[in-house]
C-alpha cells in the first residue's frame, strides 16, 4: 500500500524529496508487518488487507481524476477495484475465493492496462511538449506521405493555427504546388546508399495564404517498430535570406547608381558571349569614361559627383534597349552592353549607340545648382571580332576608349589591331621601366633658351631621355605616358628634378652662374603631397635661388585637379620658384588659365611658330598672343623656332625668348657649356 501510494503521488508529481527519503525504509516496515500480521492470524488478515487495499484503490482512482481529465479512465478502473476489494471484503468466504481471484484479475489486468495507457500518454504529451518548444518546425512523415507527428511551430510556419490540423495530412495537403511524385522523390533520397545525414535543402515555400516563406529543410531517417519515417526539420530563414539579398545586392549592384557593378557585368556579359556564339549572333561592348570628372568632385564634393553619376546613368539608360546592359565598371567609367546582335552590324549599332550617349552627355549638366559641362569619352569592342570572352572585349574596349581621349575628349574610337599592339607595347615599356632609375638608365639633355634681343643664354630646358638596356634608346613619348599611367612619373619626376638642380649647382661661377632651367612636371607630382618639400629641398642641397627654377605645366596638369593645384603652385610661388604653362594655344580653355592661376611665362606652341612666315593666319594669332602676354605681366617663349625668319618675325613682334633647332638642339651638359662659352664671345664681340 505504502508503494501504490508513494507510486500515485510520484505520477502526478506530488512526491516530495522529503517523503522519498522515507519511501524504501516504509516499504520495509510495511511489508515486515504484513508477513508478521499474516503469520499471526491469516483468517483476519485477507478480509482486512482486501478492505485497506480496497479504500486506497478509491483514494488512488479519486486522486487521478482530480489532477487530469487524461488520467479519467485509470482513476475509474482503480475506482472499479477498490469498491470489489470493498465488497469482497464484506461478503467474501471461504467458497467465494475463486471469484474473488478471477475478478480482481480482471481488474488489475484493467487497471494495468490503464496504467501503460497513461504512462504511454505521458511520454508521448512530454515528447510533444519538447517539439513544441523547438524554435523552428518539426514534422515525421510516412513513406506515403502522411503527417504523423507535427509540432506548433510547425503550423504555425505552415500557416496552420494548430498541430493537431496536420495530423494525418498527406505532405502535398500542406503547400499548393507540392505534387504527391515530389513528396515520393524526396523520401526516395532517404533510402540512397551513402547519403550524409541530414539532409539539407533550402526552398522558398508557397503557403496557402498566398504568402512565401524562405526555409531551409533538414531531413533526417527515423525508424519505429521497424518502419522508416522521415524526420523534418524546418528552418524559417527569413532575415538570413534579407541579410543573403543585401550581400548579394553589395556584391553585385553598385550602390551609387544602383546598376550592375564590375563583378555582376562580368557575369552578365559571359552569358551573353555564350548566347552568341551558341545562335551565330554578335553583341558589342561600349566602354565610356566621363570627361573632366574629377573636377566636379574636386570642386562641389563628392555628393555633387555622385548625382552626376547618377544623372549621366540616368540619360544613358533611357538610350538603351530593354535587353541593353548598363553597368557602373568603376569610378566614372560605365560599360554597355548589346546583346544578340545580328551577325554583320554590331559595328555600326555600337557606333549609332555611342553616338546618341555622346550627345546626350553634351547637352550638360544641373548639378548642386551649376551648371556643368561633362563629356564623354568612348571605346567599342565587338565580339567576336575583338574577343571571344568578357576580359578581353573589356580591355579591348578599354584601348579604344584611351584612344578616343587622346583624340581630345568627346569622341569615340573603335578597337582594332594596332590598338592592341600600342597596348602591348606599353606593357613591354612598364616592364622596363622597372629598376631603370637604379641602373643608371636615363640621363638629362639640355635645350638652350635664348634671349630674343640680345642673344644671350638665360634659360635652359632639361629634358629626359632613356637608353633601355632591353630595349635601346626610347623616345619620351613612348615612354611618359606610360610612366604617367603606371604612376612611375612621380619617381622620374624626383628624379629630373634633382639631376637638373645638381646640373646647375655645378655650373655655379661660370658662364652659366645664373641660368634658369626649366623642368616638365606631370599632373601626378603635384597631387604628390611630399612635391613642394621636393622642390624646396633640391635648391636648398643645390645651392640655387629660388628664380633659378622654372616648372613647366601643360593645361591637362591644370584641369585634371584644379582645387590641388592651385593650393601646390601657391606654396611654390611662395618659393619664389617661376611657373609656365607649355604648349600655349593647344588645349582647351587657356584663357580662362591664364586668370584662374598665377603664372610667370607663356610658350607658344611650335604649331603657331612653324607658319608665321607663310600664314597670315599664324602670324596674326602669334602677334595677338605676344600682346595679351604683355597686357598681363608674363614672360614669353617661342618654341620650335628654326629659322632666322621665324626668330626675326617674333623678336619684332616683342617675344622675350627662343627656343628652337634653329639656336640649338638639346645637347649634353659639357655641349652646352661650350655653346654657352662660345655664344657668350659672339655676344661680347658684337
Known amino acids: ?16 524529496k522529503r517523503q522519498a527519503r522515507w519511501l524504501v525504509p516504509g516499504i520495509f516496515i510495511a511489508s515486515g508487518m504484513f508477513y508478521f500480521l499474516w503469520w499471526f492470524n491469516n483468517n483476519w488478515l485477507v478480509p482486512g488487507s482486501a478492505t485497506a487495499l480496497g479504500l486506497l484503490m478509491l483514494w488512488i482512482g479519486a486522486r487521478l481524476i482530480s489532477v487530469h481529465d487524461r488520467y479519467r479512465l485509470l482513476g475509474l478502473t482503480l475506482m472499479l477495484r477498490g469498491g470489489f476489494n470493498l465488497l469482497s471484503a464484506a461478503s467474501l468466504g471461504p467458497e467465494m475465493y475463486g471469484v474473488w481471484f478471477v475478478g480482481t484479475s480482471v481488474l488489475k489486468v484493467a487497471s494495468m492496462l490503464g496504467l501503460i495507457y497513461a504512462v504511454q500518454d505521458e511520454i508521448q504529451q512530454r515528447y510533444a511538449r519538447t517539439i513544441d518548444s523547438l524554435s523552428h518546425g518539426f514534422l515525421i512523415r510516412d513513406r506515403r506521405g502522411h503527417i504523423h507527428v507535427a509540432n506548433e511551430r510547425c503550423a504555425k510556419l505552415l500557416g496552420f493555427h494548430t498541430a493537431q490540423e496536420l495530423i494525418g495530412l498527406h505532405s502535398s495537403d500542406l503547400l499548393p504546388g507540392l505534387t504527391h511524385e515530389m513528396v515520393d522523390r524526396y523520401f526516395e533520397r532517404f533510402s540512397a546508399v551513402d547519403v550524409q545525414y541530414p539532409i539539407t535543402d533550402t526552398a522558398v515555400l508557397n503557403l496557402r495564404n498566398g504568402n512565401q516563406l524562405p526555409v531551409e529543410l533538414l531531413g533526417s531517417p527515423y525508424i519505429e517498430r521497424g518502419q522508416l519515417y522521415c524526420l523534418v526539420q524546418l528552418l524559417d530563414i527569413s532575415e538570413r535570406k534579407k541579410k543573403d539579398d543585401l550581400l548579394y545586392q553589395a556584391a553585385r549592384v553598385d550602390p551609387v547608381t544602383g546598376l550592375f557593378n564590375r563583378h555582376a557585368l562580368s557575369a552578365r556579359l559571359t552569358q551573353e558571349i555564350a548566347k552568341a ?14 570627361d573632366k570628372f574629377k573636377r566636379v568632385n574636386d570642386s562641389f564634393g563628392h555628393a555633387a559627383g555622385d548625382e552626376l553619376l547618377r544623372t549621366a546613368a540616368g540619360r544613358m539608360q533611357h538610350l538603351l534597349r ?31 549607340c555611342a553616338n546618341d550617349i555622346l550627345a546626350a552627355m553634351a547637352s550638360g549638366f544641373e548639378v548642386s545648382y551649376h551648371a556643368l559641362r561633362v563629356t564623354a569619352s568612348i571605346g567599342i569592342a565587338c565580339y567576336p571580332q575583338h574577343g571571344d570572352d568578357s576580359d578581353t572585349l573589356i580591355r579591348s574596349a578599354d584601348i579604344a576608349m584611351y584612344e578616343a581621349k587622346k583624340a581630345g575628349r568627346g569622341e569615340q574610337r573603335t578597337f582594332h589591331d594596332a590598338m592592341n599592339a600600342f597596348a602591348k607595347d606599353g606593357l613591354v615599356i612598364d616592364g622596363a621601366l622597372r629598376g631603370a632609375i637604379e641602373a643608371n638608365e636615363f640621363y638629362l639633355v639640355y635645350q638652350p633658351i635664348t634671349n630674343a634681343h640680345t642673344g644671350q643664354l638665360t634659360k635652359v630646358e632639361a629634358l629626359l631621355r632613356w637608353n633601355s638596356s632591353l630595349l635601346g634608346p626610347v623616345s619620351p613619348d613612348r615612354f611618359i605616358p606610360v610612366a604617367e599611367d603606371s604612376g612611375m612619373i612621380i619617381a622620374l619626376g624626383t628624379w629630373v628634378l634633382e639631376q637638373a638642380c645638381r646640373q646647375v649647382g655645378a655650373w655655379k661661377k661660370g658662364v652659366l652662374d645664373d641660368v634658369t632651367i626649366s623642368i616638365n612636371v606631370s599632373a601626378r607630382q603635384l597631387a604628390d603631397p611630399q612635391f613642394v618639400t621636393l622642390v624646396s629641398q633640391a635648391l636648398i642641397h643645390n645651392g640655387l635661388s629660388p628664380h633659378q627654377l ?13 582645387a590641388n593645384v592651385q593650393a601646390v603652385l601657391g606654396r611654390l610661388r611662395a618659393l619664389g620658384v617661376g611657373i609656365s604653362l607649355d604648349d600655349f594655344g593647344t588645349g582647351y580653355s587657356s584663357l580662362s588659365y591664364l586668370t584662374q592661376f598665377h603664372l610667370n611665362t607663356l610658350k607658344i606652341d611650335r604649331a603657331f611658330v612653324m607658319d608665321i612666315e607663310h600664314s597670315e593666319r599664324s602670324n596674326s594669332l602669334v602677334h595677338a598672343i605676344i600682346a595679351m602676354g604683355h597686357s598681363l605681366g608674363l614672360q614669353l617663349v617661342a618654341e620650335g623656332v628654326e629659322t632666322g625668319g621665324q626668330a626675326a618675325i617674333l623678336e619684332k613682334m616683342g617675344c622675350h625668348y627662343l627656343q628652337g633647332y634653329h639656336i640649338a638642339k638639346p645637347v649634353p651638359p659639357e655641349d652646352l657649356l661650350r655653346f654657352a662659352s662660345h655664344l657668350s664671345g659672339a655676344v661680347r664681340t658684337g
Open 1 to 16: 500500500m505504502v508503494g501504490y501510494w508513494a507510486g500515485t503521488q510520484f505520477f502526478i508529481g506530488r512526491l516530495k
Open 277 to 290: 556564339a551558341s545562335k551565330g549572333r554578335e553583341c558589342a561592348v561600349l566602354f565610356i569614361d566621363l
Open 322 to 352: 530593354p535587353d541593353d546592359v548598363l553597368a557602373r565598371f568603376g569610378g566614372d567609367e560605365f560599360i554597355v552592353v548589346l546583346p544578340d546582335l545580328a551577325r554583320g552590324s554590331a559595328g555600326w549599332m555600337a557606333a549609332d
Open 550 to 562: 622654372e616648372l613647366e605645366l601643360t593645361e591637362r596638369v591644370l584641369i585634371d585637379d584644379t
